[in-house]
């Protein structure tokens, strides 16, 4: 049995698969971390957060945390992007 989407549910479905498409662009635009940031702030906005607080905790915690661990910790280093 299928399940039929909402209208506001495909909407939020196509806007995320728009945020997704967007992704891979720019990473090679911004490097990875930035993208990644950007990514999770376009994401909640698209999924209705719209408090100050979350909405920039994850988008920049997130990516940070994972900076340290991987090119502090692991010592791998990630390509920057064509802007800088």
């Known amino acids: 049995r299928m399940v039929r989407l909402t209208r506001a549910q495909a909407m939020r479905l196509g806007g995320l698969v728009l945020v997704l ?7 090679e635009w911004f490097g990875l971390w ?3 940031g950007l990514f999770l702030l376009a994401a909640q906005v698209v999924e209705g957060q719209r408090r100050l ?3 920039l905790g994850l988008s ?3 990516p940070a945390l994972l900076w340290l661990l991987v090119e502090k910790v692991l010592e791998q280093q990630t390509a920057a992007g064509t802007l800088f």
């Open 21 to 27: 498409a967007a992704f891979a662009p720019a990473v």
């Open 34 to 36: 930035i993208a990644c």
């Open 53 to 55: 607080v979350p909405l």
């Open 60 to 62: 920049l915690g997130c």
